[in-house]
Structures are given as structure tokens and as C-alpha cells.
């Protein structure tokens, strides 16, 4: 007989934190955020701990380069999506792991005979108002100007003037050589009250570019998240098909962690590719594995080998695998009886295996349930997909600016290694949406104001840290009622108000 879980499959917005006492050192500066990324036994400390709870999705259309630098800079690891050629994936890797803090490749670049129309259409999609003329258009050709919103004026011009004709030169630049210091090259931008320094090779090439505005923000990144070379931390999504090719590609480039990257985890396929990795390289590389929903996939991939174990099937925005198969798990039912079954583990084998919350995070409060029901630490794909350092495009869809985001197991992604059986290598049906999601800025503003609030909450539950707020919350189940109570109620909004 089939078996059957008693209790409902709940989701994070069925519950609420109850306030604890809070003593006069609850205050939001004390809370640390600090928490075990790998695998460790009782008494020892864990090899890879982060500074915040937070990873970026394993996918195409949230975690490049990019964002592996950004998030790492705020003290979480960006998980760089797999569903790409094993070179270009290690390409990714190599160039996050090479990045020189302050140093930024510049992402917008135009050639000279390219138009005003040409640069505002750049700005709009990138955010960024100074732009790098190059020979030919690319981040790293042969500098020949800058444009900054200094150099036109859009109301007395036509829009069709060429960059070249209203660019400022490379003769009355200010710039410097490649080997320049980061502290010669801020000094450089104080001297000469620049707000940018472009750093050009022998050959003229534009090498970095760095502003003036990061030098605070640099000053300001406590939380950064470095390896013993003080490089930043990178992780990668792998799968169980070219595991064998990949993974070493992967180390090669520096990768600081991996996970295999499946929509459900509870599998030989999977026991085989911790089994070859263990074999291949001991301990010494780390990986994560899942995703799993119940105490039994739990344990299956920690006793396999796996550094962390990933929790959620089909709760995440752009995901239909519930309504296609019909199979998954409320994600709070499932981190709740999940973390309950690493703590038995725990006792059990001495051995404290981390869980991370991948999907079902819709408000930022979600974040802060899920790391009082045993989360280690939470992995979020649409939360991320709209910021500046997603991979995607910034859109205009009726007056309001969007970035895309897609599934991987979309049409448009085609990941079929993430669903694989075992069969044809192909995606046979769409297990995720193409979709926009609103544009909302930089990922450091963002970030920075998520976890002033899951601080702020656990001041009000009267912890500290994560491993004590997983010990004190207390936790309400809450009626369909009390969710309407909880928002704004029985007041004329004065947004929605015409006073006549």
C-alpha cells in the first residue's frame, strides 16, 4: 500500500514566527549570519562557511561570473549554471576566481562609429552612463575614447551624431598602465577628481576600468567571501551525465564548491557521481547534492557523501514540475522534516551534514522561516534574476522595466541533464516557464536590505545567530484569516484614493 503523509504539504506563507524575549544586546549590528556551507564532524570546524545565508540558482538565466563576484563581495557563493559547454562553464569559473577586487572588465562598450541613439539604447539596458570606445565595440579592444553623460546633451542633439565626434579622446584621458595597484589607481582618481580610470595595456587595449564609486563600497565589504588567496569564493552546478569530464575542468578553473544540479536527487545516478568524485579526489573537492523533499533522500545522499543536501521540488516560481508530474512537497513540510533527519543524522554519526532551502522564497520574511526550521542556508533563483548582475536583459514591458527569467527546465534552456531518467538526451516536456520579473537595482542595495530584515527578525525572536534562532523559534501554523489580517485591511489606501 502506497504510503501517506498525514499532515497537509505546507508552504512557507502558512506560518509565523512568534516574538521571544529580546535582552538589551538584540540589536540588529550583533546578529551574525555566519553559517556552515560543507559537511563537519562534531568539535571540528566546517572547511567552508559563508557570511550570509544566501546562494544564487543554478541557472542560465542567474548565475554567471557576474554575479558568482557580486554575491561573493556581499559573503555568499553564486552557483555558475551548468547547462553549458564544459569550457565555457570553466571559462566562467576561471574569470571570477581571477577577478582583481576594484578591477571591473567593462560591460559597456561601443565602437566609434556607432551613434547617440546607439548609446542611450546602451544605457538603458545596462544602467551605466559611462561607456568605453573601443576599435571595435568589445571590452577588451584598443581604446580610443569615453563617453559619460558629460559628453552630449540630449535635448540639442538629433540622436544620429557619431560617438567619435563627441567622445572625449584617448589623448585627453587620464588612464593608466596594466600592473597598476589598486591603491596607485585609486590615488590616481583622487588627484586628478576622476570618477573613473580605465587600466590599458602595451597595445592599447582596455584591460579594467576602475570607478570611484567602488572605492567606498570596496572599503565597505565586510562580509566578503575569500579563499586562503584571497580570491573570491565560486561555486558550479554540475550533472550525472558528463561528471566525469567536467569536474575536472571545473577544480582546474578553481572552483571553491560544487552541486549536482537535479530536479530530484533521491538516485543511483546520483549516488554514482558522489561515489566517482569521492574516489577521484577524497574529500578534497566538495559537492553538494538533491534536491530531496523527505528524511529518507536525506539520508540516502548524505551517506553517499554529499558535503550539503539541496530541499525543494517544484516550489520554485518558474517551476511546473508539480503541475506536469504531479510530485514534490510543500517547501516548508519539506525543510522542516528534512532538517529534522540531519539532526538525527547528527547525533547518530557525529557527522553535521548543512541543508539548503532551494525554492519558495516569495517575501523576504520567507528567508528567515526558513532558516528557523533548520535551513543552513537558502538558495534563490527569481530574487536574484532581477538584479543588475543577473545575466539576463533589462526589458521595458509597458512602461515598467523587467529583466527575463527563465527555468531550466523551460524550452528556452533546454536543460534535459537536469531531468534526466536515464533516457533519450532530450527535453521530452517543459518542466519550466520563459517569464520577466520586475527590475529592481543593484544586487548589493538589495541584499544589504533582505537581511536587515531577517536580522531585525530575529532580534524580535531574541536571538543572535542561526544555530540559535533553529533552537529557540517558536513557530504558529496560521489560518487563511489571519493571512488576510496580517497586510493592510479595512483602510482606503491613499494610493488607490481619488479625492474629488
Same mark, same amino acid.
Given at each position: ?19 521571544? *524575549?529580546?535582552?538589551?544586546? %538584540? ?29 544564487? +540558482? ?18 555568499? #557563493? ?101 600592473? @597598476?595597484?589598486?591603491?596607485? +589607481? ?21 584591460? *579594467? ?92 545522499? +548524505?551517506? %553517499? ?7 525543494? #521540488? ?124 520586475? *527590475? ?20 524580535? %525572536? ?15 501554523? #496560521?489560518? @487563511? ?20
Amino acid at each position: 500500500m502506497a504510503t501517506f503523509f498525514t499532515e497537509p504539504s505546507r508552504t512557507f506563507s502558512e506560518f509565523l514566527l512568534v516574538p521571544g *524575549y529580546s535582552t538589551k544586546e %538584540c540589536m540588529v549590528d550583533n546578529v551574525s549570519l555566519k553559517t556552515p556551507v560543507v559537511k563537519f564532524k562534531k568539535g571540528e570546524k566546517p572547511a567552508l562557511e559563508m557570511n550570509i545565508p544566501l546562494v544564487s +540558482a543554478v541557472m542560465q538565466a542567474v548565475s554567471d561570473d557576474k554575479m558568482a563576484v557580486a554575491l561573493a563581495k556581499e559573503g555568499g #557563493i553564486a552557483f555558475i549554471y551548468g547547462s553549458q559547454t564544459i569550457e565555457s562553464q570553466a571559462a566562467m569559473v576561471a574569470r571570477a576566481k581571477s577577478y582583481k577586487a576594484g578591477f571591473v572588465v567593462s560591460d559597456s562598450n561601443i565602437s566609434p562609429e556607432s551613434t547617440l541613439n546607439d548609446i542611450l539604447a546602451l544605457k538603458a539596458r545596462t544602467g551605466h552612463s559611462t561607456v568605453a570606445v573601443t576599435t571595435d565595440g568589445t571590452a577588451q579592444g584598443k581604446l580610443v575614447g569615453l563617453v559619460t553623460s558629460r559628453d552630449y546633451r540630449v535635448s540639442r542633439m538629433e540622436g544620429t551624431e557619431l560617438v567619435k565626434d563627441f567622445m572625449t579622446p584617448m589623448s585627453e584621458l587620464i588612464w593608466a598602465p596594466s600592473g @597598476t595597484s589598486l591603491k596607485e +589607481a585609486n590615488n590616481i582618481i583622487w588627484d586628478n577628481k576622476i570618477n573613473q580610470l580605465p587600466i590599458v595595456d602595451s597595445e592599447g587595449r582596455l584591460e *579594467y576600468m576602475v570607478f570611484r564609486k567602488d572605492y567606498d563600497s570596496h572599503k565597505e565589504n565586510k562580509n566578503e567571501l575569500l579563499d586562503e588567496h584571497k580570491r573570491y569564493v565560486v561555486g558550479a552546478g554540475i550533472n550525472t551525465r558528463d561528471y566525469k569530464e567536467r569536474v575536472p575542468a571545473l577544480v582546474e578553473a578553481g572552483v571553491d564548491i560544487m552541486t549536482i544540479d537535479s530536479s530530484e536527487g533521491y538516485s543511483e545516478w546520483q549516488k554514482d557521481t558522489l561515489a566517482w568524485i569521492r574516489e577521484t579526489y577524497g574529500d578534497t573537492v566538495k559537492v553538494g547534492a538533491g534536491n530531496v523533499v523527505d528524511a529518507e533522500g536525506f539520508r540516502f545522499l +548524505a551517506e %553517499c557523501g554529499a558535503d550539503f543536501v539541496k530541499v525543494g #521540488i517544484g516550489g520554485g516560481s518558474i517551476c511546473i514540475t508539480r503541475e506536469q508530474k504531479g510530485i514534490g512537497r510543500g517547501q516548508a513540510s519539506a525543510v522542516i522534516e528534512v532538517a529534522k533527519a540531519r539532526d538525527e543524522y547528527f547525533k547518530e554519526t557525529g557527522i553535521y551534514v548543512p541543508i539548503c532551502s532551494d525554492g519558495g522564497i516569495v517575501y523576504d520574511y520567507h528567508m528567515t522561516l526558513a532558516l528557523a526550521m533548520g535551513a543552513d542556508f537558502i538558495m534563490l533563483g527569481r530574487y536574484f534574476a532581477r538584479f543588475d548582475e543577473s545575466p539576463t536583459s533589462k526589458v521595458n514591458i509597458n512602461g515598467t522595466y523587467m529583466k527575463e527569467y527563465w527555468g531550466e527546465g523551460s524550452a528556452r534552456a533546454r536543460n534535459w541533464q537536469r531531468y534526466d531518467m536515464g533516457g533519450d538526451a532530450k527535453l521530452s516536456f517543459e518542466e519550466g516557464v520563459d517569464s520577466y520579473v520586475p *527590475y529592481a537595482g543593484s544586487l548589493r542595495d538589495n541584499v544589504g536590505l533582505s537581511l536587515k530584515k531577517v536580522k531585525s527578525t530575529m532580534c524580535n %525572536c531574541g536571538v543572535l545567530s542561526i544555530p540559535e534562532l533553529q533552537e529557540k523559534a517558536k513557530i504558529t501554523v #496560521i489560518s @487563511t484569516t489571519s493571512l488576510v489580517e496580517g497586510g493592510a485591511h479595512d483602510v482606503l489606501l491613499k494610493d488607490s484614493a481619488t479625492i474629488k
